[in-house]
């Protein structure tokens, strides 16, 4: 019984696409729609956003912003009203043309992003410095006609977060887009134990309409980048737009300052391609839907004596962890074993009338798959400690597989063939100009994912495409 439930997977180190979309199934994180591109996303698989809507809404709270929410619908002269912004995103634009039977004067665009609606409304709201700054973020869904999609990293419709700000002054919106940024870093590591290189996008990989682009960017087991998050300098292109101006304290009339920023369910496609292993998924514990579970083991003769032990572990453990118990009869031990591991949740209790003689528990990692017995009297002691460390022991794993897979070049052969061999992240030198970064595309596939905060040091680099004095040191890789 073990062994067939594993099998059903295949195996994550032969071929990662085909076990995330296996792994997916199996452990009803989501299912495919009847609409094409669309998802639904199962209890499993949305107990792991609600977690991460929890954690980072916390930080957001914590950092002076507020929740508000905006229609679903947009008028198309409000999308037009920026012209990056509309061209960047028409191609993926759902319309709506009619209401009920009647044909609407104006159609309605299905929010790809908020900034026009949003703006539109700050322009009614902003009137004096007094007004500002505006903090407001919104949990909230939004489609993009996607063409290729894939459950949580790319779907015509994801859940996400998007937050909108109105500054006085380019420093006090640069601040927050910053400040945004080490936030997405510091969650995603923290919480999702996946490592991050933060950065700047460069001026073709930015967001439509906005000054500058800061993206979080995280190694996935294949050796392709994916984008965790970004935050917008949308510096005063949409305030001019969508007239959003305000009395400075000078008396002046001036156009508001304005940053924008999120992240999205592709989180939760991000944990479950990182962690995962060949027996299914492996969870980070703080966003574990469950974080331990409970299993009985017993013999019909000893029932009696278990269970009432086991409902009582589950009792103390309860009030600090999200816990599941498993007495079902009808599955031995050893298919339960598997069929958890397969969920990925991160620890263990196993119960039975041994352990219960000599007053234990055995506790089995899901990440390391030890089994370290207990002593009752130091349950929930051990419980925290080995929860902290499988949380720590996924983040040195992928900390260690990102560093391990981001190299240096200065030659663009060899460049090229770390990209077609080893894949990650190569750091290399490049003139600034879109010419030599549409080449390396075109040659290899591979894009500037970031260039870094702080930049290293150019003096006497040349571009590794065409041997220019080079402006800055980038990270390249393929990305999702
Ligand atoms: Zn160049």
Request: charged share 30%; glycine share 4%; net charge negative.
């Given at each position: 019984?073990?062994?067939?439930?594993v099998?059903?997977?295949?195996?994550?180190?032969?071929?990662?696409?085909?076990?995330?979309?296996?792994?997916?199934?199996?452990?009803?994180?989501?299912?495919?729609?009847?609409?094409?591109g669309?998802?639904?996303?199962?209890?499993?698989?949305?107990?792991?956003?609600?977690?991460?809507?929890?954690?980072?809404?916390?930080?957001?709270?914590?950092?002076?912003?507020?929740?508000?929410?905006f229609?679903?619908?947009?008028?198309?002269?409000?999308?037009?009203?920026?012209?990056?912004?509309?061209?960047?995103?028409?191609?993926?634009?759902?319309?709506?043309?009619?209401?009920?039977?009647?044909?609407l004067?104006?159609?309605?665009?299905?929010?790809p992003?908020?900034?026009?609606?949003?703006?539109?409304?700050?322009?009614k709201?902003?009137?004096?410095?007094?007004?500002?700054?505006?903090?407001?973020?919104?949990?909230?869904?939004?489609?993009?006609w996607?063409?290729?999609?894939?459950?949580?990293?790319?779907?015509?419709?994801?859940?996400?977060?998007?937050?909108?700000t109105?500054?006085?002054?380019?420093?006090?919106?640069?601040?927050?887009?910053?400040?945004?940024?080490?936030?997405?870093?510091?969650?995603?590591?923290?919480?999702?134990?996946?490592?991050?290189?933060?950065?700047?996008?460069?001026?073709?990989?930015k967001?439509?309409?906005?000054?500058?682009?800061?993206?979080?960017?995280a190694l996935?087991?294949?050796?392709?980048?994916?984008?965790?998050?970004?935050?917008?300098?949308?510096?005063?292109?949409?305030?001019?737009?969508?007239?959003?101006?305000?009395?400075?304290?000078?008396?002046?009339?001036?156009?508001?300052?304005?940053?924008?920023?999120?992240?999205?369910?592709?989180?939760?496609?991000?944990?479950?391609?990182?962690?995962?292993d060949d027996?299914?998924l492996?969870?980070?514990?703080?966003?574990?839907?469950?974080?331990i579970?409970?299993?009985p083991?017993?013999?019909?003769?000893?029932?009696?004596?278990?269970?009432?032990?086991?409902?009582?572990?589950?009792e103390?453990l309860?009030?600090?962890?999200?816990?599941?118990?498993?007495?079902?009869?009808?599955?031995?031990?050893?298919?339960?074993?598997?069929?958890?591991?397969?969920?990925g949740?991160?620890?263990?209790?196993?119960?039975?009338p041994r352990?219960?003689?000599?007053?234990?528990?055995?506790?089995?990692?899901?990440?390391?798959?030890?089994?370290?017995?207990v002593?009752?009297?130091?349950?929930?002691?051990?419980?925290?400690?080995?929860?902290?460390?499988i949380?720590?022991?996924?983040?040195?794993?992928?900390?260690?597989?990102t560093?391990?897979?981001?190299?240096?070049?200065?030659?663009?052969?060899?460049?090229?063939h770390?990209?077609?061999?080893?894949?990650?992240?190569?750091?290399a030198?490049?003139?600034?100009?879109?010419?030599?970064?549409?080449?390396?595309?075109?040659?290899?596939?591979?894009?500037?994912?970031?260039?870094?905060?702080?930049?290293?040091?150019?003096?006497?680099?040349?571009?590794?495409?065409?041997?220019?004095?080079?402006r800055?040191?980038?990270?390249?890789?393929?990305?999702?």
């Amino acid at each position: 019984m073990e062994e067939k439930l594993v099998q059903e997977i295949p195996r994550k180190s032969e071929n990662l696409s085909q076990w995330y979309i296996e792994v997916i199934r199996r452990a009803e994180l989501a299912d495919y729609a009847p609409m094409k591109g669309m998802m639904v996303i199962r209890p499993a698989g949305y107990a792991i956003w609600e977690n991460i809507q929890r954690l980072l809404d916390k930080r957001f709270k914590e950092t002076g912003h507020t929740n508000a929410y905006f229609p679903l619908f947009i008028p198309e002269s409000f999308l037009k009203k920026e012209a990056e912004h509309v061209e960047g995103f028409a191609p993926e634009v759902a319309w709506v043309t009619h209401g009920g039977d009647e044909e609407l004067q104006e159609r309605l665009a299905v929010r790809p992003t908020s900034e026009s609606i949003i703006c539109a409304m700050y322009s009614k709201w902003v009137h004096s410095w007094r007004d500002l700054p505006i903090l407001i973020n919104q949990w909230a869904n939004v489609v993009r006609w996607e063409k290729v999609t894939r459950p949580f990293l790319r779907t015509t419709e994801f859940l996400w977060q998007e937050g909108h700000t109105v500054h006085a002054t380019y420093e006090d919106a640069q601040e927050e887009v910053m400040r945004i940024l080490y936030i997405y870093k510091e969650f995603i590591e923290t919480e999702l134990a996946i490592k991050i290189y933060a950065g700047r996008k460069s001026d073709k990989e930015k967001f439509a309409g906005a000054l500058a682009t800061y993206t979080v960017e995280a190694l996935m087991p294949d050796g392709k980048a994916l984008q965790a998050g970004t935050s917008h300098n949308l510096g005063q292109n949409f305030a001019k737009a969508f007239d959003i101006r305000f009395e400075d304290k000078d008396q002046k009339l001036k156009y508001a300052w304005q940053t924008s920023w999120g992240v999205s369910t592709r989180l939760v496609g991000a944990t479950i391609m990182v962690h995962g292993d060949d027996d299914g998924l492996v969870i980070p514990p703080r966003v574990a839907p469950y974080q331990i579970v409970i299993v009985p083991i017993f013999k019909m003769k000893d029932k009696e004596t278990v269970l009432p032990v086991a409902e009582k572990i589950k009792e103390r453990l309860k009030e600090n962890y999200r816990v599941v118990y498993d007495p079902r009869e009808e599955y031995t031990p050893g298919w339960k074993f598997a069929e958890w591991e397969m969920r990925g949740v991160p620890l263990r209790i196993e119960i039975g009338p041994r352990d219960i003689k000599e007053n234990s528990v055995v506790i089995v990692r899901r990440d390391t798959r030890e089994k370290i017995k207990v002593s009752m009297d130091e349950l929930e002691e051990k419980t925290a400690y080995f929860l902290d460390e499988i949380q720590k022991e996924l983040f040195r794993r992928s900390e260690k597989f990102t560093e391990e897979n981001t190299r240096k070049t200065e030659d663009y052969e060899e460049f090229k063939h770390i990209i077609e061999e080893k894949r990650g992240f190569v750091i290399a030198p490049w003139c600034g100009s879109q010419e030599c970064e549409m080449k390396v595309k075109e040659d290899t596939k591979a894009t500037i994912r970031l260039i870094p905060l702080e930049e290293g040091d150019v003096e006497g680099k040349k571009c590794m495409v065409c041997g220019k004095p080079a402006r800055h040191l980038v990270y390249f890789a393929r990305s999702y």
